[in-house]
């Protein structure tokens, strides 16, 4: 999750096609590419007497075959019709291409001219390539009446990442030389981040009156290195590295997508803090952050399953209850505050599945992890000033629960109390049963999540802020110290600081200044400014020193070819392997793939103890297309009978699957220790040319440390 491209909503009308998948989350999210499916709606039309309607579609540029379908009723009736309608020109330009590359692929794309007159013409092709791409060139093709011709395109991808653009020109002319028809194509195609591109950040706390000298030494000095520096003397500054982590993480669930969101909203007026972690040219102000968080309220809504709980993952037929009270609580405050009107029947019934949790309907045990569910979907209810939620209150007083459940409920009783009396006491009187140890699945306890909760609960109840200095000291460390984050300790502990610093610590404007030595001279920081310096393709040298009386804050992030690649697998509690199979089940020898191919991917997971909420990602080589497993079930790769009853083998089905245009990415609830798990799916060699083989990368979601990874490698589509 370290490494992975930046996600976040783009608030530009869709292009043609629409772009719901990428707001979704599940879609390639390198940058764009030349995909564009065609989606035409006509709206509701009505026929005329004899049950006649003519429908009008502008299709944009399109060759192929659309499927219409037409859904009709009155009064009395139903009924629905499908047919196909083939889209062509007399002259036809097609073109093959890679939906993304990485730095350094070179590759070969093909065009082909087609004539489907009964005359003979000719077709002059040009390409040129422009961005992160290189590639240019012209090519004369003779056709036969009703004949096809080809020819390849080589093409190299730039050393960095970055968006590409390869667009072509075909000219048809007859016998004499007269232009029949020229047709044009412009297909963005993004470089991506490979696993051997790396980004490494630092957060510098620089006391008054200190300085740092910030240089490269970690990073090859070539075009591809990039770095970007960060000063400022606001608070809010020391939260950047939490939202930097959460608004680039790209999976879906439910939870991951409410800690994304809800520290956003908290800060959606300081632009300044997040504006850099936007899509480029994007305006950054309240609104667009707004427009965000509805479309995050939509998805979490569409996660709605039959008992008004929300589902861990889209799609999902099963409610997950921490989840569904987590986004509880994050939409409660939106509809609080009126930000945003969630839809009024599914947030009743998401209130609903709480009250369940709430009463106990569903018997759970009384272990710490469950009275801390149901003592939070109280307090996430009487938010809403549910009068039962509030009544409910008491009846935790003599029951042991974990201290950050009580906290919660103590902040629950001050909100709806003109005399909230001494909450020291009753949290010190009330007695307490803490969690035996972190959980990496349920309701995700952990010490930093439990001092998150605690510290957003002493906010509410407006204690005094000394009372919060060791919390507050203990969750600053925790993003200026820790290597690894998971996205629920992240996503409480910004929102808990955010809440912090917008009460108590807003700064001193007059008490900030620094001076910044960069590549292009010096500069003063003063006040609220924010300094911001991108250097690509060399290494830079900054000198910062800070002259002002309130402490300045430095984020460094510097992105490149590490001067030493990691050469050795990474196993941190388990192995995973990547394996390509011919499919008569041979083992694929080499590097070298054929051009047209189908291969079997296998993937194998071997823990050394048992993991939870484990998300594995294999990241393809451009070469690579996948046989979408959902499109394509026929066509999957299953286990025989042998396999299925091994002990020890297991072929694993995963909990959520997203096929992406550049990887596929599973996620599986738990996974015992002791046996060795496989997943399969289908691969087609579809670009030839040489290219980058990212590492197999997997991860527990909620135990970063918990980790492995193989060695990036290379290919050839022949």
Known sequence: AHYYENVFFDGTPPPIGGDMMRRLGIAS?????????VALWSGAVTTDASGQAAITFDVPEFIGQLRLVAVAANTRATGAAAASVYVRRPYIMRTGMPRFALPGDRFECAASAINTTDAPVTALLRWNASGTLSGAGEKRLELAANGEASWRA?????????????????????????TLETLTEAAPIPVGNPAAYQTETEFITLAPGESRIIENTRFVDEPSLHTTLHVAGTPLWRLYPGLRYLL??????VEQITSQALPLYLLRNYAQVYKDLL???????????????RHTTERLLLMQTSDGGLSAWPGGIHSYPYGSVYALHFLTLMRRDRVYEAHENAFRALQQYALGIMRDERHYSKSPPDYYLRAYACYALALDGNLEAIEYIP????VPIPQSARYLLAAAKAMHSRNPGDWEAYIEAAPVEEFGATEYAGTLHSTVRADAIRLIALLQMNAPPEKMLPLTESLFNYFEKRRYFSTQEAGLVTTALGMYIEKFHKGAPGQIAASIVAPDGEHALSGNDLFTQIVPGASPRFEVRNTGEAPVYINIE???????????????GFTVTRDYYHETGEKAAGDTFAHGGQYIVTLTVAPQRDLENLLVVDLLPAGFEIANPRLEPEIQPTAGTSEREDPVNKIFTPSHLEARDDRIALAMDKLPAGKRYTFRYLVRAVTPGAFQLPALHAECMYNPATRAATVPGAIKVE
């Open 29 to 37: 999210q390198v940058g764009e590419n030349w995909i564009r499916p």
């Open 279 to 293: 899509p480029e040219k994007q305006v950054v102000d309240a609104a667009v952050v707004d427009t965000y968080i």
């Open 248 to 253: 680039r993480y790209p999976h879906g669930c």
């Open 395 to 398: 009846r935790f007083d003599h």
């Open 154 to 178: 080589a093409f190299t991808a730039d050393a960095a990442p970055g968006q590409g653009m390869i667009e072509w020109t075909m000219v048809f002319t007859d016998a004499a030389g007269a």
């Open 558 to 572: 510097m992105s490149g070819l590490p001067l030493q690649p990691r050469t050795t697998p990474i196993a941190e």
